[in-house]
């Protein structure tokens, strides 16, 4: 059986300091990708320079166009069947591909494998994330929408990639979300594997450090998502946007907070669920303001635990 060509794309910027880390990364790698391509999404440190020295395949971009704008840059330049979408400072399994490989066959357009979160500064470890494949089977829209796919967990089919439309160039937080519900959205078909198979550093450096601007990027994403009921169940949207409406308040957003919240409310949410029988006394009564601080004060409950 021909094994299929696979790219690496590495969306640069300002990324001069994790350029040695990453050739290290991308020489271990066995098998290899048959490319390894970067973009300079208008860097102003020496991230050009470096990567050249470091023998790396750089593609400068005239402006900076953000993550999504580099990735679909890159997603254009290559010319391989399977792609795979690396930060400079993430790291991947030495045997990514070996490990990968055998589920990107015919019946599969998406390969998910679970990632470790860590401290950058540390390395202490904060999060696995993993993915069902179970739900991604049933109905990867929805599964996509409920869990969103960060993008150094998978492995595309760049047909597919690109007619999914690639990635929105509007917001520079949970555009890699919203790529994987839109191939979802395209039909992708989804495997997921649990093998932790990519480490992400998090740091408080970019858009991504920033988690109040995240999570207004989340919901601008989730009130597109209407378009998909009929397709998903009106539950995993509502869940979704209670939550992101949660993380909104705790971050201090209280205006957008309500927003998502009152979303939520005009979808048929009736209020968090609760065996307790003065919160469903309480909950019963038909007031959003209330049925808002129930939850918020639950959320709140469950984070402490």
Same mark, same amino acid.
């Given at each position: 059986?021909?094994?299929?060509?696979?790219?690496?794309?590495?969306?640069?910027?300002?990324? /001069?300091?994790?350029? #040695?880390? %990453?050739?290290?990364?991308?020489?271990?790698? +066995?098998? @290899?990708? =048959?490319? &390894? !391509?970067?973009?300079?999404?208008?860097?102003?440190?020496?991230?050009?320079?470096?990567?050249?020295?470091?023998?790396?395949?750089?593609?400068?971009?005239?402006?900076?166009?953000?993550?999504?704008?580099?990735?679909?840059?890159?997603?254009?330049?290559?010319?391989?069947?399977?792609?795979?979408?690396?930060?400079?400072?993430? /790291?991947?399994?030495? #045997?990514? %591909?070996?490990?990968?490989?055998?589920?990107? +066959?015919? @019946?599969? =357009?998406? &390969? !998910?494998?679970?990632?470790?979160?860590?401290?950058?500064?540390?390395?202490?470890?904060?999060?696995?994330?993993?993915?069902?494949?179970?739900?991604?089977?049933?109905?990867?829209?929805?599964?996509?929408?409920?869990?969103?796919?960060?993008?150094?967990?998978?492995?595309?089919?760049?047909?597919?990639?690109?007619?999914?439309?690639?990635?929105?160039?509007?917001?520079?937080?949970?555009?890699?979300?919203?790529?994987?519900?839109?191939?979802?959205?395209?039909?992708?078909?989804?495997?997921?594997?649990?093998?932790?198979?990519?480490?992400?550093?998090?740091?408080?450096?970019?858009?991504?450090?920033?988690?109040?601007?995240?999570?207004?990027?989340?919901?601008?994403?989730?009130?597109?998502?209407?378009?998909?009921?009929?397709?998903?169940?009106?539950?995993?949207?509502?869940?979704?946007?209670?939550?992101?409406?949660?993380?909104?308040?705790?971050?201090?957003?209280?205006?957008?907070?309500?927003?998502?919240?009152?979303?939520?409310?005009?979808?048929?949410?009736?209020?968090?669920?609760?065996?307790?029988?003065?919160?469903?006394?309480?909950?019963?009564?038909?007031?959003?303001?209330?049925?808002?601080?129930?939850?918020?004060?639950?959320?709140?409950?469950?984070?402490?635990?």
């Amino acid at each position: 059986m021909r094994k299929p060509t696979t790219a690496l794309l590495i969306p640069c910027y300002n990324a /001069e300091k994790y350029l #040695d880390n %990453l050739r290290k990364q991308v020489d271990a790698l +066995n098998p @290899a990708f =048959d490319e &390894v !391509l970067l973009v300079d999404d208008a860097s102003t440190d020496g991230t050009m320079a470096r990567a050249r020295e470091l023998g790396f395949a750089i593609h400068p971009l005239p402006n900076n166009r953000g993550p999504g704008g580099a990735r679909n840059a890159l997603l254009q330049m290559a010319t391989t069947e399977w792609v795979h979408f690396l930060d400079a400072d993430d /790291e991947l399994a030495t #045997d990514y %591909l070996a490990q990968v490989l055998p589920h990107a +066959n015919e @019946a599969t =357009d998406v &390969v !998910l494998s679970a990632c470790d979160f860590l401290g950058a500064a540390d390395r202490k470890f904060w999060v696995r994330w993993t993915y069902d494949n179970e739900k991604f089977r049933d109905n990867a829209l929805a599964a996509a929408i409920a869990t969103p796919v960060f993008l150094h967990c998978t492995f595309i089919r760049r047909s597919k990639a690109l007619e999914a439309g690639g990635f929105d160039e509007v917001h520079r937080c949970f555009e890699d979300g919203d790529f994987h519900v839109r191939l979802a959205a395209a039909g992708a078909r989804f495997a997921c594997i649990p093998d932790v198979l990519s480490v992400s550093l998090r740091h408080s450096e970019g858009s991504g450090g920033n988690e109040l601007y995240c999570a207004q990027c989340r919901l601008e994403f989730l009130k597109e998502y209407g378009k998909y009921l009929g397709r998903i169940p009106a539950d995993v949207l509502t869940g979704a946007l209670v939550n992101c409406g949660a993380r909104l308040h705790q971050k201090g957003d209280v205006r957008a907070s309500r927003g998502a919240f009152d979303l939520a409310f005009d979808l048929g949410w009736k209020g968090a669920e609760s065996g307790k029988l003065l919160l469903r006394a309480a909950n019963a009564i038909p007031s959003r303001a209330l049925k808002r601080s129930l939850f918020l004060a639950q959320h709140e409950v469950r984070n402490k635990e």
